[in-house]
């Protein structure tokens, strides 16, 4: 098991920015993947971002490009996602995984999850 903990969510206007951060447990946390998935109420869960073991490879989903940028701190076990530009649509849980891929941008291939923080963009 490797625990995973997020945390930054919170309540922010149109048009601001939140950082997410990911911590998870492991000696081996530099060799997983990690990514970021939000689920909206009545929407299924999708994919948002992630990042590569030594974050030389990142990936976004579309409408993520150009407002989020996700990095990693291996020496703190921690994965950041910074949001800019924030829009109502954006509001969900945003939920953190972990693979032991190099990444990944299918749920299905991540092992480990947290319990979500809740981003709310006002209008």
């Known amino acids: 098991q490797v625990p995973v903990v997020e945390s930054g969510g919170g309540l922010v206007q149109a048009g601001g920015s939140l950082r997410l951060s990911c911590a998870a447990s492991g000696r081996t946390f530099s060799s997983y993947g990690i990514g970021w998935f939000r689920q909206a109420p009545g929407k299924e869960r999708e994919f948002v971002a992630a990042?590569?073991?030594?974050?030389?490879?990142?990936r976004y989903e579309d409408s993520a490009k150009g407002r989020f940028t996700i990095t990693r701190d291996n020496a703190k076990n921690t994965v950041f996602l910074q949001m800019n530009s924030l829009k109502p649509e954006d509001t969900a849980v945003y939920y953190c995984a972990v693979t032991k891929f190099l990444y990944a941008s299918v749920q299905d291939e991540y092992q480990y999850w947290g319990q979500g923080t809740q981003v709310t963009v006002s209008s």
């Open positions: 990042i590569s073991w030594a974050g030389e490879i990142t």
